[in-house]
């Protein structure tokens, strides 16, 4: 089970920081990624998290978010300077003993 956190509203240019924890397993992921759907849109990569030094981005979010992780069973999404595409259902993913998880998915609205 993936248990997501931290969606809401925000203004354009602020700020947010999803969460996403596994639980429920002994196993640890082996990858962790944020995926988002905008309304009328198909599902998009985000961010993805291997290890420290293997991190994977969207061109339309490099520069912007950022994509961490302090323990084998939880990562972090830190969206900085929002803008109204990135309004979307946001979605976490893990790969776990080589099938998929994903979480419930949470709401991020960026609107003046």
């Known amino acids: 089970q993936l248990v997501e956190s931290g969606g809401g509203l925000a203004q354009p240019g602020g700020s947010l920081r999803l969460s996403c924890e596994v639980s429920g397993t002994i196993y640890n992921p082996t990858a962790m990624a944020w995926y988002r759907q905008a309304p009328g849109k198909q599902r998009e990569f985000v961010a993805g998290?291997?290890?420290?030094?293997?991190q994977k981005y969207s061109e339309s979010v490099k520069g912007r978010f950022a994509i961490s992780s302090d323990n084998a069973k939880k990562v972090y999404l830190q969206m900085d300077k929002l803008k109204p595409e990135d309004t979307a259902v946001y979605s976490c993913?893990?790969?776990?003993?080589?099938?998929?998880?994903w979480g419930q998915g949470i709401q991020v609205i960026v609107s003046s």
């Open positions: 998290f291997i290890n420290r030094a293997n």
């Open positions: 993913n893990a790969k776990i003993r080589g099938t998929d998880q």
